[in-house]
């Protein structure tokens, strides 16, 4: 019956399945996001910041 009260582990795996389950989420949203992340142009913040300014006047 020790075996029962044995929780040295315990926090170990459930940090474990709280880093699982981010990387899990953060995947999915690259999954998701893939096709916005391919058209956009990540170098381009010339025009990102004209196109900003452009859409406040």
Known sequence: MMFL???YGQ???EYILLFGGVIVIAVAALLIYSNYIKSTNPF???QDVNSVRGSIH
Request: aromatic share 0%.
């Open 5 to 7: 009260k044995d929780e």
């Open 11 to 13: 926090g170990a795996a």
């Open 44 to 46: 381009n913040a010339a």
